[in-house]
């Protein structure tokens, strides 16, 4: 599941609530895992943590230039890429 826009944890619960309710089934603290799962995938350098807002971190999925495990290519991320993120994420820590 790529993130082609920018999306809160909610946003993205939701999204995998709707495809495959079992995931979270019996997770006491679905939120919390997942977004857990999103940092990890922002060490890796596969998701962008673009910033906060009143409903949580926003995630973005990376441009990268490899192929999954599976042999598909990646999800292209929208116009906003790592470098433009950075600079857009910067630009507002600058105005506030």
């Known amino acids: 599941m790529g993130l ?3 999306a809160t944890t909610r946003q993205l619960y939701e999204r ?6 079992s995931l979270f089934a019996r997770n006491k603290h679905p939120m919390e895992s997942l977004a857990v799962v999103l940092k990890r995938l922002v060490s890796y350098g596969d ?7 009143g ?6 999925w990376a441009e990268v230039d490899r ?13 906003l890429g790592r470098s433009e993120a950075r600079k857009e994420l910067s630009a507002a820590g600058a105005e506030a």
Do not use: F
């Not at 995998?16 to 309710?21: A, K, M, R, T």
């Not at 998701?47 to 807002?53: H, K």
């Not at 192929?67 to 290519?73: H, I």
């Open 4 to 6: 082609s826009q920018p």
């Open 16 to 21: 995998i609530e709707q495809q495959d309710p």
């Open 47 to 53: 998701v962008l943590d673009i910033g906060g807002a």
């Open 55 to 60: 409903d949580g971190r926003i995630w973005l």
């Open 67 to 79: 192929k999954n495990t599976c042999g598909d290519e990646p999800p292209s991320s929208s116009a």
